[in-house]
Antibody, heavy 119, light 110 residues
Framework: QVQLVESGGAVVQPGGSLRLSCVASGFRFNGYVMHWVRQTPGKGLEWVAFIRPDEVRTSYAGSVEGRFTVSRDNSKNTLYMQMNSLRVDDTALYYC????????????WGQGTQVTVSS | QSALTQPASVSGSPGQSITISCTGTSSDVGSYNLVSWYQQHPGKAPKLIIYEDTKRPSGVSDHFSGSKSGNTASLTISGLQAEDEADYYCCSYARGDTWVFGGGTKVTVL
């Protein structure tokens, strides 16, 4: 069965950096678009980033553009998110999600990893 | 990209039908047949229940149905059950390979 396991969340000071990882299993990782989605109690769900299987095409929400970088290593079945210049409002539970074969919805989700940005 | 607009809460009695609206713009909901809906129980990850406006993934109960008219998509839960009590989020693809979520709707079974 499909499994997505996120890690790397932590408490970090404003301006700091973190790298999140998501290890995938149970499906052909190099055949699917992958996403990062975050959730805060006050703001609900927010799509963050997307990466195509070829590792080349990416896109980002405006709130993280220029600060976050999504990447993947298909040989390791692993999705990454490099987060730089972190701000207090980046505090959230970060999920990785596998796209449905159609490429436009989030079929499977991990359990999330908590990122807290605080001084 | 502004969030899609959903009612904060909807309630109904067991066996009733309820509908949750999701209003976007001509740049997202109105431009693509790519609205999806997610159910989230407390402490759990979201679960895909509707994709491409009206389709149900394998294994999802047929008492969930999706529809769309213009810039507004809707999720209908027919024959409301206690286990349907959860948060529901809509999401739409928008141009430039971006996605936008609604603010979420809390469904309460009375």
């Amino acid at each position: 069965q499909v499994q997505l396991v996120e890690s790397g969340g932590a408490v970090v000071q404003p301006g700091g950096s973190l790298r999140l990882s998501c290890v995938a299993s149970g499906f052909r990782f190099n055949g699917y678009v992958m996403h990062w989605v975050r959730q805060t109690p006050g703001k609900g769900l927010e799509w963050v980033a997307f990466i195509r299987p070829d590792e080349v095409r990416t896109s980002y929400a405006g709130s993280v553009e220029g600060r976050f970088t999504v990447s993947r290593d298909n040989s390791k079945n692993t999705l990454y998110m490099q987060m730089n210049s972190l701000r207090v409002d980046d505090t959230a539970l970060y999920y990785c999600a596998k796209d449905l074969a159609n490429g436009y919805s989030f079929e499977y989700w991990g359990q999330g990893t908590q990122v807290t940005v605080s001084s | 990209q502004s969030a899609l607009t959903q009612p904060a809460s909807v309630s109904g009695s067991p066996g009733q039908s309820i509908t949750i609206s999701c209003t976007g713009t001509s740049s997202d909901v109105g431009s693509y047949n790519l609205v999806s809906w997610y159910q989230q129980h407390p402490g759990k990850a979201p679960k895909l229940i509707i994709y491409e406006d009206t389709k149900r993934p394998s294994g999802v109960s047929d008492h969930f149905s999706g529809s769309k008219s213009g810039n507004t998509a809707s999720l209908t839960i027919s024959g409301l059950q206690a286990e349907d009590e959860a948060d529901y989020y809509c999401c739409s693809y928008a141009r430039g390979d971006t996605w936008v979520f609604g603010g979420g709707t809390k469904v309460t079974v009375l």
